[in-house]
């Protein structure tokens, strides 16, 4: 086997080990994918919904699903569903109101502490009271959030790409300098 080649960083390397392989390079393909202004933008709109997803619990798994799936950004999709927290419950509870109005009999009174104390103590009950109201709130959510997608991708986007546009102006006025500055041309 021929020596390697200090000049040659592929060879100089030691081989990369199966945990590099399978579950480091995962990571950080996760972490640094998507970062152009057109992805971030459409990683915080994406972000923005599941983020208001009306079943308490399941935001988190969806924004990592849809990052994988979409190779959205994951830093970024996670920060969007920890900052709209606040609103996540009223959220939650405007997706029942209209949707059990709109898709259900009518408007549905909800006492979270009394759906608390049944999810505790008579779980299947629970299933059985909520389940309906449940997929009403998801539907409505389905049919609002496109929406939201869009205002938000079509908000965002164009902020993001002036601010990539100045970032690069800046780099390029810095590295002219410093060109300038140099004594030897």
Not at 31 to 53: E, H, V, Y
Not at 89 to 104: D, M, Q
Request: glycine residues 4%; contains cysteine; hydrophobic residues 50%.
């Amino acid at each position: 086997m021929p020596d390697p080649d200090p000049s040659n960083p592929a060879t100089s390397l030691p081989p990369r080990t199966r945990w590099q392989r399978r579950v480091v390079d995962p990571i950080v393909a996760q972490l640094t994918q998507g970062l152009t202004p057109r992805k971030i933008a459409l990683t915080i709109a994406i972000g923005s919904a599941l983020a208001l997803f009306p079943i308490l619990g399941t935001t988190t798994l969806l924004c990592v699903a849809a990052g994988v799936v979409l190779k959205l950004n994951q830093p970024i999709l996670q920060a969007v569903n920890i900052a709209l927290t606040p609103l996540h419950l009223p959220v939650i509870y405007f997706s029942f109101h209209w949707g059990s109005r709109i898709f259900g009999s009518g408007p549905m009174a909800i006492d979270f502490s009394a759906m608390q104390r049944e999810l505790i103590d008579q779980p299947w009950q629970f299933v059985q009271d909520y389940s309906r109201a449940s997929l009403h709130a998801i539907e409505f959510w389905a049919v609002a959030m496109p929406v939201l997608v869009l205002v938000v991708f079509y908000t965002s986007w164009p902020i993001l790409r002036g601010i990539e546009n100045a970032r690069l102006a800046a780099l390029a006025r810095s590295t002219a300098e410093k060109a300038r500055d140099h004594p030897v041309p």
